[in-house]
Structure formats: C-alpha cells, structure tokens
C-alpha cells in the first residue's frame, strides 16, 4: 500500500473553460481509510479516476510514495478499483471471481484459499462461493465485486466508488461495519467515494469533503460535525444541517437584530457576520435574560426521541433539535440560546471565530 500525493492537480473536461477539479495538493496517508464527500457534481469521481490513473489531469503531478504516476495507465499502478454497479465474470463462480486477482498475480493456492475464505467470511459469502456470480442479485453480486476489491493485500490504494448504491439499505449498515473490519485487517490505503454523509461518517477514519471542485475541509468525522471549517460542511453534514443567522460584531459582542448572542473568540474586525449554529446545540428556554433571542415557533416535527422544532428568528428560519419531553407549541414565543463555543463565525463562508 502506498502514500498518494497530488501536487497542484486540476482537471477540465472542456480544454480550460470550466475546472471540474480546481488545483489541489493533497496527500492520502498509507493505510487510512479515507471518505471522499461531496454533492453531485462536485468532481468526486474525477478524482477518484484520476488516482486511478483512468483519467489524467490537466494540470499537476500524481506520486505514489516517490514513484510519479502522472500518465501511467490503471494497469501500472497496482490499485483495486470497484465502481457502482458490479463488474464481475458472469459465468465464473464467487469464489472464482473473489480468487482472480490473487490466481492473477501468481500467488500460491493455499494463500488463494485462505485470502477468499476470509473476505467471504466476512462479507457472509460463504454459503454462495459454489454459485455463478450472475446467478446472484445485483446486491449481493456488488458485495463479490467489493470483496475482489479487498482480496489482495498488496495493492497500492482500493478505491471504492459509491459502492454501496445497489445494495439493500437494510445491508448498508451491515457491510460498513464488515468493511471497517476488513480494513482494520489489511491496513490498505482507501478511497470511498460517496454523496452520503452517514456512509462517510460511520466507515472512515477521515472524511474529505469535496464542493464546487475543491477541498473544503478534511478532518476525522466527530470534527467534522463539531467544528465545521466552512459554512458548505456545516450544511452538508448534519440532519437538518447547521442554521445561518446573519449578524454582526461590535464591541466584541457578536448581535442577531438588537440582541446579543455571546461575545465574539479573538480580536475579530467589527462588521458583519454569519453565525453558523446545530440545530443540535440551540437551547430553547422561556426565559428572555440575556443572552437569549426571541424566536417565534412556526412548527414541530416530532420525530419519537426528539423533536425538531422550527421558528423565525430576526425574519431567519432556524432548527433546533430538543428533547421531545418539552412542550411547545406553533406560534408561541420562545428564547433561543447556544451552547458554548458551539456557535461559529463566517465570513465569506470561511469560518473565523467562535461565540
Ligand atoms: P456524481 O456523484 O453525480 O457522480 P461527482 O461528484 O462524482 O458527481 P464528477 O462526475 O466528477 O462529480 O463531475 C464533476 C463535474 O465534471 C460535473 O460538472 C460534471 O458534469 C463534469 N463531468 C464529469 N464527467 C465529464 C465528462 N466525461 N465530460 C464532461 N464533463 C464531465
């Protein structure tokens, strides 16, 4: 397994019009498990087929550890690759199909069997091994497909993209923890593509979220959550996502409307800002001493063991998730306060304090 540098990489489908991935530098460290997370359209899969080697960038250098492999097609770069819907031998059987790429690179029969009797151990393969592969569901064909990318110990990188998609939701959560615990056995170096926050935050060791064709933050997935760098993470992660108040620093005092909300971390510039806060960290009191914002609630979804309640704020809609035992009721005033250091600064989306 390797290390995976990009050095100022970029890439245009459209010979510099417009930049599906803008210039990044960026390593993937031997060994993790990294989630690649990002809206549709935001260049995820260019960047996975750039590591690949099935696409070359238009601009910027790729290493894998201190051998370049900008050019170098997929077969010189030693990776596994396994993409959204399976690709597999139809008319060999599973256990074939798991044993290829290991029969492929000459490794001795023993080895075979023990390497493909235990990723389909793992992946509950077992009682299918003896079966043709397009005998199988789609489902239960992309988890072959998944295990021939995890057979082989000595790969580069596995790069997975969106490869759960075909799979029954009721398995997702299975198989996620299955790849966690195959990755924690072979150490690879992983790259999971996928738009789906709970897919990213329950498998990788770090998550990179990808917007617009750039790296807006990476980091382990509790950080994520707890510490968004960019407004585009506050609302891309998290059910509902982080609320935007517009607002205002003055005196240090950070201000939705007339009232003050908390005092503003560092010397920030006075002027305006957005005040990014989870709806998990809005505390609802009847109590208007300060500092306590007048919120009007519009309306409440109960979701069982919580409820998720909506109100206007300073002519802004916000979310705050409450325990479900508090009663409150459509067009009611109620005064909203934030937990400590919980509510973030931004400007120009860029996060640059803490209330
Ligand atoms: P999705 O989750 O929908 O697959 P993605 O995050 O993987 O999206 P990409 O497929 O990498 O995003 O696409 C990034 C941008 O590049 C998009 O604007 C897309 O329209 C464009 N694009 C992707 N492939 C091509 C192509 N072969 N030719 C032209 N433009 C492309």
Redesign the pocket.
Known sequence: MAEIRLEGVA?S??GGG?W??KPMTWTWRTGRAYALL????????????IVSGLLTPTRGRIWFDDREVTGVPPAGRNIAQVF?FPVLYDQMSVYDNLAFPLRNRGYPRQEVDRRVRRVSGLLGLDEHLRRRSRRLDPGRQQIVALGRGLVRPEVAAVLL??PLTVVDPAMKWTLRSKLKEIHRDTGHTLVY?T?DQTEALTFADEVVV?ND?EIVQAGEPGELFLSPAHEFVGHFIGSPGMNVLDGAVAGGLVRVGDAAVGRASGDLPPGPVRIGVRPEFVRLTSEEAPPGIAARVTGIDRMGAYDLVHAQVNGHPLVARTDAAAVREPGSVTFLRFAEGRAFLFRDAVRCGVV
């Open positions: 890439h489908y459209d417009t599906a991935l990002g809206p549709s359209g935001c260049g995820k899969t260019t960047l996975l087929n959204q993209d969106e593509v738009h990808l064709g």
